[in-house]
Nanobody, 124 residues
Framework: QVQLVESGGGAVQAGGSLRLSCAAS????????MGWFRQAPGKEREFVGV????????RYADSVKGRFTISGDITKNTVYLQMNSLKPEDTAVYYC?????????????????WGQGTQVTVSS
């Protein structure tokens, strides 16, 4: 079993920053990548970014590239999503996800474990 716990969400004004954390516990030895997704009200869950467990490779959605950065501390089993220059359209519930697959992409079905989500609200 793997458990993922997100934290760091909140309300900020446009142009502000937030750093989300995702702490993993349980059987994490088989983990190959950690991804971030978000879901806004009335919309489908969308891919934000993904990083290999050791941070060797990263991939970001075009909508956040250059503004968001995934990093991590594998000794603490924790992955971070640094969000800068936030826009109102970034408002969503953000989820971290763990993938056993070696090279998961933007599809939610490629991820095996999910956190409960943390709300990010960006006001204009």
């Amino acid at each position: 079993q793997v458990q993922l716990v997100e934290s760091g969400g909140g309300a900020v004004q446009a142009g502000g920053s937030l750093r989300l954390s995702c702490a993993a516990s349980g059987r994490t030895l088989s983990t190959n990548a950690m991804g971030w997704f978000r879901q806004a009200p009335g919309k489908e869950r969308e891919f934000v970014g993904v990083s290999s467990w050791r941070g060797i490779s990263t991939r970001y959605a075009d909508s956040v590239k250059g503004r968001f950065t995934i990093s991590g501390d594998i000794t603490k089993n924790t992955v971070y999503l640094q969000m800068n220059s936030l826009k109102p359209e970034d408002t969503a519930v953000y989820y971290c996800a763990l993938a056993i697959a070696r090279s998961p992409g933007a599809l939610a079905r490629q991820y095996d474990y999910w956190g409960q989500g943390t709300q990010v609200t960006v006001s204009s």
